[in-house]
Nanobody, 121 residues
Framework: QVQLVESGGGLVQPGGSLRLSCAAS????????MGWYRQAPGKQRELVAT???????NYAEAVKGRFTISRDTANNTVYLRMNSLTPEDTAVYYC???????????????WGQGTQVTVSS
């Protein structure tokens, strides 16, 4: 079994900052990419940022220059530093990881339970 546990969401004023964390645990052989997605009310889930095991990063256009993704590979943890937040960033943020649970097994996608980020004055 693999678990992804997120933390760090909350209420913040426009222009403020938050840092999200997500720790993967369980039967993990290898983690490829880790990343963050978000889903606002009435909208589809969308990519925010991902980071591969090789260090390649990918950001949504809407967050480039404001959000930074980082990984602590030794502790199977991914972070999302969010600066200059706007009300449009309000959403449930989900952690995602592509994980292999044993040698020669194909990787599978795992999701966290989500953490609410609300940007409001």
């Amino acid at each position: 079994q693999v678990q992804l546990v997120e933390s760090g969401g909350g209420l913040v004023q426009p222009g403020g900052s938050l840092r999200l964390s997500c720790a993967a645990s369980g039967s993990i052989f290898n983690i490829n990419a880790m990343g963050w997605y978000r889903q606002a009310p009435g909208k589809q889930r969308e990519l925010v940022a991902t980071k591969s095991s090789g260090g390649y990063t990918n950001y949504a256009e809407a967050v480039k220059g404001r959000f930074t993704i980082s990984r602590d590979t030794a502790n199977n943890t991914v972070y999302l530093r969010m600066n200059s937040l706007t009300p449009e960033d309000t959403a449930v943020y989900y952690c995602n990881a592509e994980i292999t649970t044993r040698w020669f097994a194909p990787p599978a996608n795992y999701w966290g339970q989500g953490t609410q980020v609300t940007v409001s004055s």
